[in-house]
Each structure stands twice: as structure tokens, then as C-alpha cells.
């Protein structure tokens, strides 16, 4: 039925976008902390960074939820509409939560390797 997937791209697409802007106003606002260690000193560069970090972020995954939108509910029922939503819902939130590891183990890499080249003494 035409409708049923209509419904379902109504209900999928606010829910995607919705868990991606959460999850990245929670990791980027977090993560500016991060940043300013790894920049020490140049505060304009971190909060550039974390920008651009949080707009590679919205581009992956919204690009991600529109690419599986497509349902497949031609003589579908209701159940059907739940079953689809279930497993989108449930394979975005999964990716999702893959993006937000990803992003701070990049995070704690960098404060890492900030925190070592700050404690090396500089060769001349």
C-alpha cells in the first residue's frame, strides 16, 4: 500500500535526522574540550576543527539515513510498517553509535599525541 510507505518515510526521516543533530550537539559540544587540549593555545583552530569535524559528521550520517530509506511495503500491513521501522531505526541507531566511537577514540588519539609533543623537548 502506497500509503504505509509513505507513513513510513514520514516516521523514519525525523527520527534519523533527530538522532543525528542529538548525537552531534552531545559529542561536539563535549568535544570542544578536546579540541582546545590538542590545539593548546589556539583556541580559533579548535573551535574550526570541531566545526568541521561536526559538519563531516551531519554529511556521513544523514547521507547514510537517506541512502537505506527505501521500505519496500506494497500489500503491507501495519505489522509490516512496525517491522520495517524497527530494523531502519534500529541499523541507524547501531551506525550511529559505531560514528560516536569512532569520533572520540579520533578525539582521545589526539589529545594523546598533543600530550606527547608537548612533553618531548624540542631538538635543535
Known amino acids: 500500500m502506497e500509503n ?3 507513513i513510513g518515510y514520514s516516521i523514519y ?12 550537539y552531545i559529542l561536539f559540544k563535549n568535544s570542544l574540550v578536546y579540541m582546545n587540549d590538542i590545539f593548546h593555545g589556539r583556541p580559533d583552530v579548535a573551535v574550526a576543527t570541531n ?13 547514510f539515513a537517506l541512502y537505506i530509506l527505501e521500505m519496500y511495503l ?3 500491513k501495519v505489522q ?3 517491522e520495517q521501522l524497527s530494523y531502519k531505526i534500529g541499523g541507524f541507531s547501531i551506525y550511529l553509535g559505531i ?3 569512532l569520533n572520540m577514540f579520533l578525539f582521545f ?4 599525541i598533543a600530550k ?4 618531548t623537548p624540542i631538538a635543535h
Open 4 to 6: 504505509l510507505t509513505v
Open 13 to 24: 526521516l525525523p527520527i534519523a535526522i533527530g538522532l543525528t543533530y542529538y548525537v552531534a
Open 51 to 63: 566545526n568541521l569535524f561536526r559538519i563531516g559528521f551531519y554529511l556521513l550520517n544523514i547521507g
Open 74 to 76: 506494497d500489500q503491507a
Open 80 to 82: 509490516d510498517l512496525i
Open 99 to 101: 560514528m560516536l566511537f
Open 109 to 112: 588519539r589526539g589529545k594523546r
Open 116 to 119: 606527547q609533543r608537548r612533553s
